[in-house]
């Protein structure tokens, strides 16, 4: 168990719906990052926030959006949902974002799968 | 655009054989390179290497990172079953304002045989 908690485990949605997925990352790390992984794609880097600020964005698509909050939960939110944005969600969480260190060691939570039909 | 590449894609060795996973990279600002192991769920971190630190060991695996051929190896020794997974190999790159994030390589499947 890696300290990081994601909600809910499944989610089954249609096409064009919203969906929110939750994050909580481990005691005392600042970083939150988002990643997807599909079978066609592999693990693709999303986004990231570090106390509660965007730090840096990788493939993510203007429908979907995140934020972290004052509590250093995050969320992301996936809009106008397509059949190809089903997927296992990823949430990681590390201490810092700076310095090369042990402290950008990222731990992930179990993710959450997303089924669009 | 930064890239990763493992090979090979897929290996199949009996229990107590070594195995050597490979991981060449092309990224711009490279900061780290980072190991995990993943089983049916989520990836568990295994290695972070650096410049000041391109060689890790613990247990029966090990790895090193060569920053002249841009590339870094994971050596497991005595294979158990409990090593079959998908081994992924992770950049991560810096720019300026904060990491950019890791990019991915594709993965090696590991399949240990009894």
């Known amino acids: 168990d890696s300290g990081v908690t994601q909600t809910p485990k499944h989610l089954i949605t249609a096409t064009g719906q919203r969906v929110t997925l939750r994050c909580s990352p481990r005691?005392?790390?600042?970083?939150v990052y988002w990643y997807q992984q599909s079978l066609d794609q592999g693990l693709q880097f999303l986004i990231q926030y570090y106390n509660g600020e965007e730090r840096a964005k990788g493939n993510i698509l203007e429908r979907f959006s995140a934020q972290q909050f004052p509590d250093l939960h995050s969320e992301l939110n996936l809009s106008s949902l397509e059949l190809g944005d089903s997927a296992l969600y990823f949430c990681?969480?590390?201490?810092?974002?700076?310095?090369?260190?042990?402290?950008?060691?990222?731990?992930f939570g179990p993710g959450t799968r997303l089924l669009v039909l | 655009e930064d890239k990763v590449v493992q090979s090979p894609l897929s290996l199949v060795v009996h229990e107590g054989d070594t195995v050597t996973l490979n991981c060449s990279y092309e990224v711009t600002n490279f900061r780290s390179l980072l190991w995990y192991k993943q089983e049916k769920k989520a990836p568990t971190f295994l290695f972070m290497l650096t410049s000041s630190g391109i060689e890790k060991k613990s247990g029966r695996l090990s790895s090193i990172l060569d920053k002249k051929e841009l590339s870094s190896i994971l050596n497991i020794t005595a294979t158990q079953t409990g090593d079959s997974a998908i081994y992924l190999c992770a950049v991560l790159s810096y720019s300026g304002g904060g990491a950019d994030g890791l990019t991915f390589g594709k993965g090696t499947h590991l399949i240990i045989q009894p």
């Open positions: 005691s005392g790390d600042l970083s």
């Open positions: 990681a969480s590390s201490v810092g974002s700076w310095g090369g260190s042990e402290a950008e060691t990222q731990y």
